[in-house]
């Protein structure tokens, strides 16, 4: 509306036409129409307070007045009610009372003066709050910054406990939750049980740009964690991330996390937990008086304003109850065993060197290789010492390796000879078990395989002829040379002793003793 009262005055101060027009910021031709209809009227200044700039426009212009009430008046609780149901906008009800304006052979306002004149009857009721959050519509979640200490009952300690909250924009309905720490499963079951609290699932799940929920959110891309993403289908909600910083996108949450943390952590300060039990419980009786103490600026509570106006048009829990999911990438290892961070699970050896995305639930571990699932385990909740393997992720080799055993080794000796048995029965006595000894008779069967049996053999006899404790280096330095045959049987040797060259005893006779 036209500044009327303020042009009068600085007309009254022979500001000039001009002047007049940048400081009002109005037209030079609307400032001449207002002196000039104010000298005919005989209005000048000053003016009685009580004479507003509506009152003036009246006395200048009587006959806007009276087509002002020619137009059709919207039924501004009707818009406000259907505002609060599911897909309706402000544009949509503009057409619809439009529409009814000229079944009744009325004029309707403009889209413009349609929404101003809504936002003053709006204000006037304390029903801002409504225009901008509809009921069900959206969560707000954060973390609280400050935490709550848990002090060692035996050595005094303290460690820092973490407060998620929740909260519905409409009605200001909130949900907190105590946590150990801010990994990803305590993120994603605090949703959960913020669902459940409320008993229904809004449409939008509004977040803060952290890790655990977004990994990247930048002008141009929004990449949400696979994990979250996960919660949000489940939920049938849609993950809309706060810009970077940009807090008013989720003021509530910002609001009730403030509030809450001198509600439910400022109160709480003096008292002394000695676990994360009694914590948890002292939080969620702090939580239920949150909820229901009284609004200052309006009437009722934040359980009533939910249950009265926001309940109905909540989603519907899933029937299946959540499970939390973490979802990670690894490159596959040269042992093709992935890690969950606490035990490494086996994946198929063909893998190794490409990259794997792993989903850890409370009871299983999977692993995906372009989607599709190549792996899966029975999680372990304690640290083992050795990786859970299964064979058929093995090469040949190694499944090859599973199946030696003491009475394994000593089966394929027979196959071989008896000396070859003595040696594998050696390597397997050598150490304090069996097991020690495995290695080299794993190396003696490869080497009957590189050279045959019957020179592993010969080998195997040769070396007992000069050692009780045989050993692979000496073996193998023995089947690289050619087999040479015994001299007890050769024929060589028998001419040669029938020969001699050794003297007699008479050659060594003294000659007195003759």
């Not at 000298?39 to 200044?45: V, Y």
């Not at 507003?52 to 002002?68: D, F, H």
């Not at 990994?215 to 990449?223: E, F, I, S």
Request: charged share 25%.
């Amino acid at each position: 509306m036209v500044n009327y009262r303020e042009i009068l005055r600085l007309n009254s101060l022979k500001y000039t036409q001009t002047d007049i027009s940048i400081s009002l910021k109005t037209s030079r031709n609307t400032i001449r129409e207002v002196i000039k209809m104010a000298k005919e009227k005989d209005i000048s200044w000053p003016l009685e307070e009580s004479v507003t700039n509506s009152v003036l426009e009246g006395l200048l212009y009587p006959e806007k007045t009276e087509k002002a009430n020619v137009f059709c008046q919207p039924d501004y609780e009707y818009i406000h009610r259907e505002l609060a149901r599911p897909g309706v906008t402000m544009s949509l009800l503009h057409a619809e009372y439009l529409a009814r304006c000229a079944d009744a052979g009325q004029i309707g306002y403009q889209k413009t003066q349609f929404y101003d004149n809504y936002s003053t009857w709006a204000r006037k009721t304390k029903a801002t709050m409504r225009i901008h959050h509809k009921p069900g519509d959206a969560m707000e979640v954060d973390w609280a910054g400050n935490t709550l200490p848990i002090t060692d009952s035996v050595t005094g300690e303290t460690t820092d406990a973490y407060l998620f909250v929740a909260v519905l924009p409409c009605s200001c309905f909130a949900y907190a939750e105590l946590c150990r720490n801010m990994q990803s499963e305590n993120w994603l079951l605090c949703h959960a049980h913020a669902y459940e609290y409320f008993g229904g699932v809004p449409r939008l799940l509004i977040p803060d740009n952290l890790r655990t929920g977004v990994t990247k959110n930048t002008r141009l891309d929004t990449v949400i964690n696979r994990s979250y993403l996960e919660l949000a289908e489940h939920y049938q909600t849609a993950v809309v991330p706060a810009r970077v910083e940009a807090p008013k996108d989720k003021s509530h949450a910002e609001g009730t996390v403030k509030y809450a943390s001198t509600w439910i952590l400022a109160a709480l300060r003096d008292r002394v937990f000695f676990t994360f039990e009694e914590a948890f419980a002292a939080v969620a009786e702090k939580l239920e008086s949150l909820n229901d103490a009284e609004f200052k600026k309006r009437e009722g509570t934040r359980r009533l304003a939910y249950i009265n106006e926001e309940k109905a048009f909540m989603q519907l829990l899933p029937v299946n109850a959540y499970e939390p999911a973490i979802w990670s990438d690894a490159t596959v290892p040269t042992d093709y065993c992935v890690t969950d961070g606490l035990n490494r699970y086996s994946v198929p050896y063909d893998l190794i060197g490409e990259q794997v995305q792993s989903r850890v639930t409370r009871d299983t571990v999977e692993f995906f290789y372009h989607g599709n699932r190549v792996a899966s385990h029975v999680r372990l909740h304690h640290r083992q010492p050795d990786p859970v393997v299964k064979t058929e992720h093995m090469p040949d080799s190694h499944k090859k390796y599973l199946s030696y055993n003491k009475d394994a080794f000593l089966e394929w000796a027979e196959t071989i000879g008896e000396n070859t048995k003595k040696v594998i029965r050696a390597f397997l006595q050598e150490g304090r078990a069996p097991e020690q000894g495995y290695k080299s008779c794993r190396n003696l069967m490869k080497l009957c395989e590189k050279y045959g049996s019957e020179k592993l053999e010969e080998a195997c006899r040769s070396m007992l002829t000069f050692s009780g404790t045989p050993n692979i280096r000496s073996l193998m330095q023995l089947l690289k040379t050619p087999i040479r045959q015994s001299t007890a049987s050769s024929p060589a040797s028998e001419s040669h002793g029938s020969r001699g060259i050794t003297r007699g005893a008479s050659q060594f006779r003294k000659e007195g003793g003759q």
